[in-house]
């Protein structure tokens, strides 16, 4: 018995980037931040383009606190989110062919969410990856970090806990 | 009384709070009431039409700010250190959000403040609660 042939890169990347599409589009704060997410196998990094309705002082100029912990919890969701689905898909228990056309999966809820704005976020783009630190079966917590130009000091960073979503 | 002038003429005017549709209701000494109506753009959940999180953390974070800004003592400006959102229920589609900040401590250096968010339905309860530490300058008192 040979094993069954792996199937194409193409075909993979093709599957897992619509499963992701489909969590993404279907939050309508998430396009109207105009935030993107950019996915290396399981790994993503969420960017917030530079907007000028991002900011919150304009004499400075400096990114709103608002806008930064916005982004900071979308990119928790997702992450959380994209964790969940992507176990899911993996293990065989949802078929990626059903995602996307028109069933939106659920998000995890937020419970409670603490932003930590360590420095002035800058007038230009920004990137953030989540960590799931816990997933249990009804609850999970998960850290942010943000940084613009060096990921080695981030300009904010947060932690939630979450209420994942029923099973389907 | 100066310093909530200052509160009233910025607050609405910054680009991203006008981008989500914030408005000045109330301001006093270290307080303040901020409201921000139901947007189709600003939804979480496609599925029940709820408000997203961290739209709720904007309106709060916006309000916690003009709180320590309309403080007397203080020099007009401030910039938010962390903030904790505690989300008590989801936001009825469709309802205008009502933010109370409360400045209710100052040192030298930082203001504490504690906030409530309610949506149209009082009486189901608050929908989000936050504490929060932001910078604070004390005004030098000329004598």
């Not at chain 2, 981008?19 to 409201?35: N, P, Q």
Request: glycine residues 10%; aromatic residues 6%.
């Amino acid at each position: 018995m040979s094993k069954p042939r792996p199937e194409p890169v193409q075909v993979i990347k093709e599957r897992r980037d619509r499963a992701l599409d489909a969590l993404v589009r279907g939050v309508p704060y998430i396009a109207f931040l105009g935030i993107a997410f950019d996915r290396r196998g399981d790994e993503l990094t969420a960017i917030l383009p530079y907007r000028e309705t991002h900011i919150g002082n304009p004499t400075l100029p400096a990114l709103h606190g608002g806008a930064t912990a916005s982004f900071l919890e979308v990119t928790a969701i997702i992450g959380l989110g994209w964790s969940i689905l992507w176990e899911r898909i993996e293990s065989g228990a949802v078929d990626p062919a059903a995602i996307g056309a028109g069933r939106i999966p659920a998000l995890p809820k937020t419970i409670d969410f603490t932003t930590d704005f360590l420095r002035t976020g800058l007038p230009r783009d920004a990137y953030a990856r989540a960590l799931v630190n816990r997933s249990g079966r009804r609850y999970a917590s998960v850290h942010v970090e943000a940084w613009q130009d060096n990921r080695a000091r981030p300009f904010a960073q947060a932690t939630g806990h979450f209420l994942m979503p029923a099973d389907d | 009384m100066q310093n909530q002038t200052i509160a009233r003429q910025v607050i609405e005017s910054l680009p991203f709070s006008q981008a989500l549709g914030m408005r000045l209701e109330e301001v006093g000494e270290g307080r303040a009431v901020l409201s921000m109506p139901w947007d189709a753009r600003l939804v979480g959940d496609p599925h029940t039409g709820v408000i997203h999180g961290g739209a709720v953390s904007a309106l709060m974070d916006t309000t916690a700010g003009t709180a320590v800004i309309a403080r007397g003592d203080g020099t007009g400006t401030t910039a938010t250190l962390d903030l904790r959102i505690d989300y008590m229920r989801p936001a009825r589609s469709g309802q205008r959000l009502r933010c109370e900040a409360v400045c209710y401590h100052t040192t030298r250096t930082v203001a504490f403040i504690r906030a409530t968010t309610q949506d149209e339905d009082a009486e189901a309860g608050p929908v989000a609660t936050a504490v929060g530490a932001f910078t604070f300058e004390r005004r030098e008192e000329v004598s």
